[in-house]
């Protein structure tokens, strides 16, 4: 069956640094790939869409790789500040109409 | 209005009861989500609606729970006898076009539901 994987539930990082937060999937070929924030108590907020055939996407801080070889995404975000802290949620998008589905999501913290 | 609205925010019922939850997409979007969240889970899928299309209700976990559109309008998700393990978020996202064309999904802020 199609799974997704976040791997690391929580993320602790020190301001400043680089987050780096992992999406992995099995049994699915998305044809596009993006990322949500999510605060306490909020819905989902989009953050980056990138395509099948594309390998990088950047915005502002935010950046995210598209590896369909090893099926798996890896979401940065360069400069951390506290701000950034919530959880981000990977989506899976199939090429024709059937559903999106959503990985459990990685808790980040930036700690000042 | 500028964004997804979902209503009621929340709600407590009482176990047996039957809850109706109600979302209005943006304008104009053609297509609408419900997702399920349970505390500190991820975003289960419930049921998408595309336009005249019949809707994939494979996500409903059981007969208990149906979903509506009124068109590229208005959705009712009816949850029927509630149970407690119904007791989460129901979330609530439209899109400009349908699933396979990478439309942004805006959500709305849920509506939590709790059932005592």
């Known amino acids: 069956s199609q799974k997704i994987e976040q791997n690391s539930e929580a993320l602790n990082i020190q301001e400043g640094k680089t987050a780096t937060l992992t999406c992995n999937y099995t049994?699915?070929?998305?044809?596009?790939l993006q990322w949500y924030r999510q605060d306490p108590g909020r819905g989902p907020v989009f953050l980056l869409l990138?395509?099948?055939?594309?390998k990088e996407k950047r915005k502002e801080r935010l950046k995210v790789t598209f590896d369909t070889t090893l099926k798996q995404s890896l979401f940065h975000i360069t400069a951390s500040q506290p701000a950034d802290s919530a959880t981000y949620l990977c989506?899976?998008?199939?090429?024709?109409?059937?559903?999106?589905?959503f990985g459990s999501g990685t808790r980040l913290s930036i700690r000042p | 209005g500028a964004g997804v609205s979902q209503s009621p925010s929340n709600k407590v019922t009482e176990k047996g009861k039957d809850v109706e939850l109600r979302c209005d997409p943006i304008?104009?979007?053609?297509?609408l989500y419900w997702y399920r969240q349970r505390l500190g889970q991820g975003l289960e899928f419930l049921i998408y609606?595309?336009?005249?299309?019949?809707?994939?209700k494979s996500g409903l976990p059981s007969d208990r729970f149906s979903a509506e559109r009124t068109g590229e309008s208005v959705s009712t998700l009816t949850i029927q006898r509630t149970q407690q393990e119904d007791s989460a978020v129901y979330l609530c996202?439209?899109?400009?076009?349908?699933?396979?064309?990478?439309?942004?999904?805006?959500f709305g802020e849920g509506s939590w539901l709790t059932v005592v």
């Open positions: 990138i395509r099948e055939n594309e």
């Open positions: 049994n699915y070929s998305p044809a596009y």
């Open positions: 304008s104009g979007h053609t297509a």
């Open positions: 989506a899976l998008e199939p090429s024709s109409a059937s559903k999106i589905i």
């Open positions: 609606f595309q336009g005249n299309s019949a809707p994939d």
């Open positions: 996202a439209s899109s400009l076009a349908g699933v396979g064309t990478g439309n942004t999904i805006y």
